[in-house]
T-cell receptor, first 114, second 116 residues
Framework: DAGVTQSPTHLIKTRGQHVTLRCSPISGHKSVSWYQQVLGQGPQFIFQYYEKEERGRGNFPDRFSARQFPNYSSELNVNALLLGDSALYLC?????????????FGPGTRLLVL | AQKITQTQPGMFVQEKEAVTLDCTYDTSDQSYGLFWYKQPSSGEMIFLIYQGSYDEQNATEGRYSLNFQKARKSANLVISASQLGDSAMYFCAMSPDQTGANNLFFGTGTRLTVIP
């Protein structure tokens, strides 16, 4: 069975631009979460979506937004990119996104903002 | 507020030996989950092991075991019979007892290097 897939794998943008990252969860998983991992740090929670509804949001500015589609895939959008947005963006999926449920991560998208 | 602390930035272990990676946590919740993930240089976070706060037995998964000491709020990962492929970053994470979101709080990680 295919794991979580993310696209693109790498991305280079300039300050002020907009970026869209994509994620496909494991087949049968209905919950998708997004994390940002800055170099040298652990991942930080950005969003969780379940059945197309936002279930949780971390401490990130409104420049960050996301959505989930009927097929449970998800997009993360970041507007007005800053240098500090350079990071590895990880997507994770779980069955129903229940509390304590194991999340399975994709390979991530490496974003570099110049 | 939830917090995960990993005090070992780097650890070295001889191949075939056992190693313990430390993790302490802080939470006021009674119910929570503790996870360990492995992150190779490729970047993908690989789930290793899970311990629920009400689980009386320490979790084990193959060569991985979790030494859970609830009173001390520690959840150390023990890797037995280390292999060269175990060289990676290891992250401890906690899922707090909150309705709704299943968000993980991660520590800063420990880089494990296995020496031949």
């Amino acid at each position: 069975d295919a794991g979580v897939t993310q696209s693109p794998t790498h991305l280079i943008k300039t300050r002020g631009q907009h970026v869209t990252l994509r994620c496909s969860p494991i087949s049968g998983h209905k919950s998708v979460s997004w994390y940002q991992q800055v170099l040298g740090q652990g991942p930080q929670f950005i969003f969780q979506y379940y059945e197309k509804e936002e279930r949780g949001r971390g401490n990130f500015p409104d420049r960050f937004s996301a959505r989930q589609f009927p097929n449970y895939s998800s997009e993360l959008n970041v507007n007005a990119l800053l240098l500090g947005d350079s990071a590895l963006y990880l997507c994770a999926s779980s069955l129903i996104g229940g509390r304590g449920e194991t999340q399975y991560f994709g390979p991530g998208t490496r974003l570099l903002v110049l | 507020a939830q917090k995960i602390t990993q005090t070992q930035p780097g650890m070295f272990v001889q191949e075939k030996e056992a190693v313990t990676l430390d993790c302490t946590y802080d939470t006021s919740d009674q119910s929570y989950g503790l996870f360990w993930y492995k992150q190779p240089s490729s970047g993908e976070m690989i789930f290793l092991i899970y311990q629920g706060s009400y689980d009386e037995q320490n979790a084990t998964e193959g060569r991985y075991s979790l030494n859970f000491q609830k009173a001390r709020k520690s959840a150390n990962l023990v890797i037995s019979a280390s292999q060269l492929g175990d060289s990676a970053m290891y992250f401890c994470a906690m899922s707090p007892d909150q309705t709704g979101a299943n968000n993980l709080f991660f520590g800063t990680g420990t880089r494990l290097t296995v020496i031949p």
